[in-house]
């Protein structure tokens, strides 16, 4: 019996309408523990380098882990892996909600989508069986709408995950969404237009089975014995949800603000934080399927033109940086409308907020014109113009089919030097943390596998006020300098290997799940008997693979760079510090440190020690 496991993975072609299973290796268990483990091998061993991921040939994967479903903390999580029609390189899109857990008691571990159907459908998972049913009726429903229709259509207390108009119309910014108001996505990288490629609107699922715990006492203990600590740590969390740090992240230079050039916004960090939303429009907390810390918000609109009828998902910090201070927007308000819209449509608002900043920039410096526009002025701190902008990207609307492609690739369209201030890597746009604050950020981004992505590595949290004595690290790093940042990264991204694998949220990391605590929680629900640094090899086997992925995509080391305006605008006023990163001296550091080339390619003998042979690329 593979506890913590379902034992098998559910396919579907959607050409065919064939229905099968793929049962679980134990080996591949031990090697790519579940969730983007899984998906990662899955997703280059069922594609090619000339894979087009908008194309019936790039599978959409829906993948679990061992934790979800269990009493582990804040463990209820599914990943997304595909090749991103944004980037055109490995995606992984983590989502929290309720959805993992409702899977895995349907008796599936994961889904994997390949091929394309002829009509719109929507399946439907009823514990063992499966449905491919129409959608026609479902087409054009914005999110919200479609998991409230799916719900009356199948049981009340189905789970769904679904797209709105944004992945309907192919827009490579779409997310999949699920947990109705409250908005949980799948957001990055444009997973929501390779669901909508496919034809395929929502996955509903319900079912009663239980995962089985190889120690349910042992696991039991575990979190009652941790459970206090984690929500006396998690208080700031609970309290004032992830936009807690937003005033202090102005402070020392890592908020973006008018697209990544501006230094300072205090009066309107003070009026868009997680605080002032707590004592303004919180109407409730929200939280995860076996979550206890509760950092979710439900808000009250307000009143005037922006608000909204009914209690709403409140945006969480990277939205309130990006679709806020990033545009010069101070009104909590307007930014809550702004995060609705998204969520109906199906909008990454990291990348939303981003494109609109990017083109906020590129009308004042001339490159885009009120004619070329559609006669609209993209002016700073407008949020009707904003709210105007969503709509148009979401429906692919003039200026707004531009946008909806991202910022790398509307720089392209663009003459002049638009390039300059097009911020992203690899064609992911940034998320709300500026490396010229924390060093570190520099070289995670670079070498991230999904693009510009702080949570691949979560290293920046060792650059103020944290530590983990149990990976290594046992005081907290100057953020500022190189030293030590790239056995920084390298370490704190195998480990989110572990965590984007096991599905547990990152955020236990600060609250004692450290790699000792992991590999304890991991063996006392599977029975596998790992240690620690076992399930570190893991997680650098993993990195790894997504890396050999990208290699196979073209990816090398003139890809791991950072924008112009990063790498070379100091951003302090003479009062605060005036540092820029130091990416290359960290990079040369980091492939060494990684068993990489000069060019980026993990090398043979690396491939080799990590059973990773046969994705070996040939020697052209």
Not at 445 to 469: I, K
């Amino acid at each position: 019996m593979q506890y913590g496991y379902m034992g098998k993975i559910l396919k579907i072609d959607m050409r065919t309408e064939k229905v099968s299973e793929i049962q679980l290796a134990d080996e591949d268990i031990e090697n790519y523990i579940g969730g983007s483990g899984f998906g990662a091998r899955l997703l280059y061993m069922m594609t090619e380098g000339k894979t087009e991921p908008l194309s019936p040939d790039n599978p959409l994967i829906f993948m679990t882990g061992p934790l979800t479903g269990t009493k582990a903390f804040s463990s209820n999580r599914f990943e997304v892996v595909t090749r991103s029609p944004l980037t055109g390189i490995y995606i992984e899109s983590d989502c929290g909600g309720h959805w993992g857990g409702m899977l895995k008691r349907c008796g599936w571990d994961g889904i994997v989508i390949t091929e394309k159907s002829a009509r719109p459908v929507y399946l439907w998972l009823n514990e063992n069986e499966v449905e491919i049913r129409d959608a026609g009726k479902l087409w054009g429903m914005d999110t919200f709408q479609t998991q409230g229709a799916l719900k009356k259509e199948t049981v009340s207390e189905a789970e769904i995950v679904c797209i709105g108009p944004a992945g309907e119309n192919l827009v490579l910014l779409a997310s999949i969404m699920t947990d109705g108001v409250h908005g949980r996505a799948a957001g990055r990288g444009g997973v929501g237009a390779v669901m909508g490629s496919k034809n395929l609107k929502a996955i509903a699922v319900w079912g009663r089975k239980k995962v089985n715990i190889a120690d349910r006492k042992g696991l039991n203990k575990f979190v009652k014995i941790r459970a206090k600590n984690m929500l006396e740590g998690a208080k700031v969390l609970t309290d004032y949800g992830t936009s807690c740090g937003l005033e202090h992240s102005e402070i020392i230079g890592n908020l973006p603000i008018k697209n990544w050039y501006q230094r300072r916004f205090e009066e309107g960090a003070s009026k868009i934080c997680g605080q002032t939303m707590a004592e303004t429009i919180l109407a409730e907390k929200y939280a995860c399927g076996g979550c206890i810390v509760r950092c979710g918000r439900s808000v009250h609109a307000g009143e005037g033109g922006n608000a909204t009828d009914d209690i709403i998902g409140g945006p969480e910090y990277e939205t309130l940086a990006l679709l806020g201070s990033n545009l010069l927007i101070d009104e909590l308000n307007v930014i809550v409308k702004s995060n609705e819209l998204c969520n109906r449509f199906g909008l990454d608002t990291i990348s939303t907020g981003s494109v609109i900043g990017f083109s906020m920039e590129a009308f004042e410096r001339g490159l885009i014109t009120a004619e070329s526009a559609g006669g609209i002025e993209l002016r700073w701190g407008d949020g009707d113009l904003v709210h105007d902008l969503i709509h148009r990207i979401a429906h692919r609307n003039g200026i707004g089919k531009l946008m909806g492609r991202g910022v790398k690739k509307f720089a392209d369209e663009l003459e002049g030097t638009a390039h300059e201030f097009a911020i992203h890597v690899k064609g992911l746009e940034f998320p709300a943390h500026d490396p010229r604050a924390k060093s570190s950020l520099a070289l995670a981004y670079a070498t991230s596998n999904r693009g510009a992505c702080h949570l691949q590595a979560l290293s920046m949290d060792f650059e103020e006020g944290f530590a983990c004595p149990s990976l290594g690290f046992d005081k907290t790093f100057d953020r500022f300098t190189s030293e030590g940042k790239a056995e920084l990264v390298v370490k704190s991204q195998n480990v989110m290997s572990i965590f984007d694998s096991l599905k547990s949220c990152k955020f236990l990391i600060h609250f004692g799940m450290e790699p000792d605590s992991m590999v304890e929680c991991l063996n006392l629900v599977t029975g596998l008997n790992m240690t620690k640094e076992e399930l570190l090899k893991a997680g650098e086997r993993i990195f790894n693979l997504k890396r050999m992925f990208n290699v196979r995509c073209g990816i090398s080391r003139k890809d791991d760079a950072i924008p112009l305006r990063i790498a070379t605008n100091k951003r302090g006023n003479g009062k605060y510090e005036d540092s820029l990163p130091h990416l290359s001296i960290m990079l040369n550091e980091y492939y060494k440190l990684r068993g990489w080339d000069e060019m980026g390619t993990p090398k043979s003998e690396k491939l080799t020690e990590l059973g990773l042979e046969w994705c070996r690329p040939e020697i052209k």
